[in-house]
């Protein structure tokens, strides 16, 4: 049969594995996304697909398999934030790259109240998906849709109070330690912190950071020196005036999202304060804003994308397993010294 033949008859998957040279259950593994065949075998029955032009029938797969090929990401967090913080970005894209990779389709749902949340449930089945990814859990605030009740599995990106299941993170702690032990290390000794919403894992992480850090320096801990913000750059300046009132003496501020280190520098250079001869500031995130600041921002590198992709990678493996155990992993993060926290003098 020519290649013209075939393709005027839909191909089968018996033509792609013929053209391939391999088994019919070989190129039905390489077309469903599965990791159980070698990279060499991968290529060439990819290439008979796009040589034949094979397209698979999304309904029979569905029946045979009880796959969707569709994975959900479930964002609990308003627009405003998601599209205004590079944070969201970051993993998204590596979330989406795993899933093209994998030939998975992903659908994105934003949810920022009850109501969406209930709505959204009843989307959330194996009839329409193999699986969810949440993103962003508050504390105060547990998911109103029992997924585990659905038999879905689930992967969650941070820790949560409400969540014993699957999960991937950063070292929160390890990065806040690390930003403050190096505020200690250039002089300061009046350091203080802008935390992140004490109702997620991610805040309380970065505040004990800072706490274990003042604690190793044999510093006194201060409550003064400790406020509360939300991420974002409004809180970060908010919250640096605060500071500022309290405690006119601050020479060192790490801040728990770059954003929020971004309007403390705001404030502190509205009120005459030189950074970082006078106030030494370091943020958390490593977004590519931090490097384009008024002297270049000092930041905890979280792998953003690494996250994603490995929240991404983490589900299909339950996905493809009969059964499966919850995973934990938490990713290493980095320092990234800038002219915000280093005096010229060292």
């Known amino acids: 049969m020519s290649l013209d033949e075939t393709r005027t008859q839909q191909p089968t998957l018996e033509q792609v594995a013929a053209r391939a040279g391999v088994g019919r259950g070989t190129a039905s593994r390489v077309i469903n ?26 309904a029979a797969r569905t029946l045979v398999t009880r796959r969707t090929g569709t994975v959900a990401l479930v964002i609990a967090e308003s627009e405003e934030r998601i599209f205004g913080e590079p944070f969201f970005a970051g993993v998204v894209r590596g979330i989406s790259s795993a899933l093209n990779e994998a030939s998975r389709q992903l659908v994105l749902s934003l949810v920022h109240s009850t109501d969406q949340a209930e709505r959204l449930g009843g989307y959330l089945t194996r009839q329409h998906v193999d699986g969810v990814l949440l993103l962003s859990l508050h504390d105060d605030e547990p998911f109103p849709v029992d997924l585990d009740a659905r038999g879905l599995p689930v992967v969650v990106g941070g820790r949560s109070a409400h969540w014993a299941g699957s999960y991937v993170d950063v070292d929160n702690v390890d990065g806040a330690r690390q930003a403050v032990a190096h505020l200690v290390d250039t002089g300061r000794r009046t350091i203080a912190t802008i935390s992140g919403p004490q109702a997620m894992a991610s805040g309380r992480d970065r505040r004990d950071g800072y706490v274990a850090a003042i604690e190793a320096a044999g510093m006194e801990l201060d409550g003064d020196l400790v406020v509360e913000g939300d991420f974002s750059e409004h809180s970060g ?110």
């Open 237 to 346: 300046w908010s919250c640096m005036e605060e500071l500022l009132a309290r405690r006119p003496d601050i020479d060192g501020v790490f801040a728990a999202s770059d954003l929020m280190a971004m309007g403390a520098m705001r404030s502190l250079r509205a009120q005459g304060r030189r950074i970082p001869d006078d106030v030494g500031v370091v943020g958390f995130d490593g977004t590519t804003a931090s490097e384009t600041t008024d002297p270049p921002l000092s930041t905890v590198r979280q792998p953003l994308v690494e996250l994603g992709r490995s929240m991404a990678e983490m589900l299909l493996r339950h996905v493809d397993a009969d059964e499966h155990r919850p995973e934990q992993m938490v990713l290493p993060v980095e320092l990234m010294l800038r002219r915000s926290s280093v005096r010229d003098d060292g």
């Open 33 to 58: 996304g599965s990791p159980q065949v070698s990279e060499r075998t991968r290529e060439v029955v990819m290439q008979a697909v796009r040589e034949l032009g094979y397209v698979p029938n999304q």
